[in-house]
């Protein structure tokens, strides 16, 4: 079925490798064997049939189609005048917005096991226009083994006018998938796209590295002298041979990594090379390390590392340098080879894969840059086994387009990069990347006995993995002093009746700061940072023409200049000289224009730069100029503000994920920008992605915040982006769990990612329903589901605007008990903060645990049927239980003795379907 998702204030599709060819004898053979990889395609088998559209006469109705796929909507025509390879393409005619165009074909795939799918296509376009830019794309329809869906995985097409456009989605399943469907879609568009070639692989099999199918060079044997760097607790070393290669990794003493050998390699993505090592030398750094230094003459990149000791770990921290002068687009690996016969790569907080030979592990998000479009999900990963593991972890201080995998075939732990160096960067230096991360050393995998039984703890190695993480990054993750509670979206907290009841903590808006302040309810401005909502009369054109021709109409009258302190929303004429003037624009210099009809606007959603390096004034503002200055800051945190209105909190970033994957080409954007540029996984192009914007945005208001004493709250977040997380205080998102009538919470890894992340920040969660549908058995089930992860819950639109629910009083008192009962427990387990070390399991797979300080666990029933077990707590890990007696569950008001087995703590749990119990041990 093709759809996509609706959320607050954006429609946009969430969703989430490609490989480094080996050397060329390798890659001729590849051409020989598979000619698809002689278009620069690059994988393994192709499972679209006839992807080139080759043969037949027409669609359905005028001749019957191409061969192996059926018309989508209206169809397609054939077309031989413009192909991009072959004799043929399909070609798309629209004349309006309404109608629905393209082909589809459905494949089998019957999987055992989820492996990353690899689209890619191509597509020209003539004079397109239309709302939405999934309507014009490569997109595909998953259905799971288990018979669940995944919609709307999707790489979407420039529109106006254009040449051959190459795109590709890589999707990344949770589950097995047993089929799918591809379209070529082209609906809700004006104008003609064709589309050709277009393939689907499975990324998987020894001839993958980083999600692509190309060789690793064999590196020669090392060669004296060694240069060897160790951690300052002694428990990581490595030792490079004189030309860089990595011959040795040892784990507290232990060497692990056989007769495997890593270290640096650099592949020209832009011209589809292959990988080649990095060989220079070493000298001794100043600060501590060294630094390894050389030319790639193949390449013509200049490169200079350096690694130092750094904390508990060993830190990277690289340059490349450009000496074509053209644009390039590149991948840089660290490869850490690291072999063992037990090894397990850690997916999140829940799941942990014993490392098989021949697969490759990651855990990734989509998105629209970079050699694969992959993006790892969390900043940093882990592989540990009987002999001690290893962590890699990103630099946290900027985006980067990075990913983190174990590659089985070649026993090597990597971190990849993908960057542009290019002369149109100015505020970072031209023609350079840098890039960043650590390498600790993890404990061997634990190994807990409970009688005559051992339990591998399988799960712990990402969670020392996420503790490291935090003390590397204390600044980011300080101790929480607030209060706890939910979010309160617009309404005045103290307009519904008997508010008390209910734990209001977060106040999304500033309509009622003193009565906030007297009641110990943290109150937030509102700012939205990437968008214009532009409105449009009804007799103007929903096209992008229209849209340009009021904006420059409205940015050419008059306007009074705006105070550098001025608080007031901004006037349609300063919107629009913001638009023409950090505007992010595409690969045609075309502004990004959308076009819907919404509760809170009628006509235009423009994408902006909010990145406040832009240049601005009062008489030609910028998107960061219009929504927050430090000028307009002192006024707003100042006392005199203050007397008159309230203490406001601090700041509130709605939809801050939404439009993050839109691409900037604007030249005076890539020469502001302040962080390492990347490029576009079609046509491998220079670009910023929107995230980059924000988050320098986001970085700007946190630190501004943070130096008065005020907090930094945001909607939309963590969802695919890792790299915000530090900045805020509060982090929350919508979600509507009702699809079809049936209760349908977000994911088990999702759950796991947000409250990883998070740490011991607040998230708060804020349900968009229909509520009468949406019962109060539901809205239990909901309270339930986030108790296990202490993520609170709350209430707000089934539109995200209108008929709120705290302002619905049959609704609200209808479940005023739950709130009652359960809230007083989110905020007892956030008081005593989440400890990713549990240091506890269960002896039944249906029933989850996590830790909350010392003495409070929860316990969560995934299945549908009710679950009984024995919990298991290694009390030795956890010093201040030395004396528990008892296990109270505080939700069924049970007490239970504790059995103690040489500082074993076991107790038995019954808990019902898709339910959570609170456990406190005394």
Not at 67 to 84: K, S, T
Not at 414 to 434: E, F, H, I
Not at 784 to 810: I, V
Request: with cysteine; net charge negative.
């Amino acid at each position: 079925m093709v759809r996509l998702i609706q959320t607050r204030k954006f429609w946009e599709v969430w969703q989430k490798p490609i490989v480094l060819h080996g050397f060329w004898v390798f890659a001729l053979l590849l051409c020989l064997l598979c000619p698809l990889y002689a278009r620069g395609q690059g994988y393994g088998a192709n499972l679209v049939r006839n992807g080139g559209f080759e043969g037949g006469s027409g669609p359905d109705g005028k001749g019957g189609g191409v061969p192996e796929w059926l018309p989508y909507g209206q169809g397609y025509d054939i077309d031989r005048r413009f192909v991009h390879g072959g004799e043929q393409s399909i070609r798309c005619d629209s004349t309006d917005t309404t109608s629905l165009h393209g082909a589809m074909q459905t494949i089998v795939l019957n999987e055992q096991r989820p492996t990353p799918i690899v689209v890619v296509g191509w597509s020209r376009a003539d004079s397109v226009e239309g709302n939405n830019p999934a309507d014009y794309a490569l997109y595909v329809d998953l259905i799971y083994d288990d018979g669940t869906p995944l919609w709307g995985q999707l790489a979407t097409f420039s529109p106006g006018t254009h040449g051959w456009e190459r795109e590709q989605v890589v999707i990344y399943p949770e589950k097995p998938v047993k089929s799918l469907t591809l379209y070529t879609l082209f609906r809700h568009h004006k104008g003609t796209a064709w589309f050709d070639d277009v393939s689907l692989y499975l990324l998987k099999g020894p001839h993958i590295f980083d999600g692509q199918l190309m060789g690793v060079p064999t590196r020669s044997q090392p060669v004296a002298p060694w240069q060897t760097l160790t951690s300052a607790d002694r428990s990581l070393s490595l030792t490079f041979d004189a030309r860089g290669t990595l011959a040795a990794v040892r784990i507290r003493g232990r060497k692990v990594n056989e007769s495997v050998m890593g270290g640096f390699l650099l592949r020209d993505v832009g011209s589809d090379g292959p990988l080649i090592p990095l060989e220079g030398r070493f000298t001794p750094r100043q600060a501590g390390g060294v630094n390894f230094d050389g030319v790639i003459n193949a390449l013509h990149v200049v490169f200079s590392v350096a690694l130092y000791p750094k904390g508990d770990g060993i830190a990277i921290d690289g340059t490349l340098i450009d000496k074509t002068g053209q644009d390039r687009a590149l991948s840089l690996y660290f490869a850490v080879p690291i072999a063992q016969s037990d090894l397990v790569w850690g997916e999140d907080i829940r799941r942990a894969f014993p490392v098989e030979a021949g697969e490759e592990y990651e855990n990734e998000v989509q998105i629209s840059v970079g050699a694969t479009g992959g993006l790892s999900r969390y900043p940093f990963a882990c592989v540990a086994g009987g002999m001690g593991g290893l962590m890699m972890a990103e630099d946290i201080q900027w985006p980067s387009v990075f990913r983190i995998f174990y590659n089985a075939p070649h026993h090597l732990f990597v971190t990849g990069w993908d960057v542009a160096l290019t002369g149109k960067s100015q505020v970072w230096p031209a023609r350079t990347a840098r890039v960043r991360c650590e390498l600790f050393s993890l404990p061997p995998l634990p190994v807990e006995r409970v009688g005559e039984r051992e339990i591998a703890l399988t799960t712990m190695p990402f969670r020392e993995a996420a503790m490291r993480f935090y003390r590397a990054n204390a600044l980011f993750y300080p101790e929480q002093h607030k209060p706890y509670g939910i979010w309160m979206p617009f309404t005045a907290p103290e307009s519904v009746e008997g508010w008390p009841d209910f734990g209001f903590a977060f106040h999304e808006g500033d309509n009622s700061i003193k009565q906030d302040n007297a009641a110990g309810i943290l109150c937030f401005r509102y700012i939205e940072p990437s968008s214009y909502w532009m409105p449009m009369a009804d007799d103007i054109p929903r096209t992008y023409e229209s849209a340009m021709a009021l904006i420059q109409t409205q940015a050419k009258e008059a306007m009074p200049p705006r105070p550098l302190d001025s608080l007031a929303d901004p006037t349609p004429q300063e919107w629009a000289r913001a638009v023409l003037n950090s505007g992010v624009q595409d690969p045609n210099g075309r502004f990004y224009v959308q076009f819907s009809k919404v509760p809170w606007n009628d006509g235009a959603l423009f994408i902006l730069n909010p990145s406040p390096g832009l240049p601005a004034t009062p008489e030609q503002p910028t998107k960061a100029s219009l929504s927050y200055t430090v000028q307009a800051a002192d006024h707003l945190f100042g006392t005199e503000d203050t007397q008159k209105h309230g203490r406001l909190d601090g700041i509130y970033l709605d939809s801050l994920e939404s439009w993050t994957d839109t691409r900037d080409y604007r030249l005076s954007d890539l020469q502001a920008c302040p962080y390492p540029l990347t490029f576009d996984s079609g046509l491998r192009k220079v670009c910023v992605p929107q995230w980059y914007w924000v988050h320098d945005f986001t970085r700007f208001v946190s630190a501004d915040l943070h130096n008065r004493g005020r907090l930094l709250m945001a909607n939309g977040t963590p969802e695919r982006f890792c790299v915000f997380a530090p900045l805020l205080d509060v982090m929350g998102s919508e979600v509507n769990w009702l699809d079809d009538g049936h209760f349908s919470p977000d994911s088990d890894a999702t759950l796991c990612y947000r409250r990883t992340l998070c740490y011991q920040k607040p998230f708060l969660m804020l349900m968009d329903t229909d509520f009468d549908r949406f019962d109060h058995s539901m809205v239990e089930r909901y309270f339930q589901r986030c108790l296990f992860y202490d993520l609170f819950p709350s209430m707000f639109s089934a539109d995200a605007a209108t008929h709120p629910y705290w302002e619905t009083p049959k609704w609200y008192n209808r479940d005023r008990n739950l709130f009652k009962r359960y809230i007083p427990l989110f905020q007892q387990l956030s008081a005593a903060g989440w400890q990713p070390l549990t240091w506890a399991t269960t002896d039944n797979p249906s029933l989850g645990i996590e830790r909350y300080g010392d003495h409070l666990f929860t316990l969560y029933n995934a299945s549908a049927q009710p679950q009984s077990g024995r919990v298991v707590v290694f009390a030795a890990q956890i010093p201040t239980l030395a004396g528990a007696h008892e296990a109270v569950e505080r939700l069924a008001q049970k007490v239970t003795p504790l059995q103690n087995q040489n500082g074993v703590l076991l107790f038995p749990i019954e808990i019902g379907p898709h339910a959570t119990e609170v456990v406190e041990l005394r």
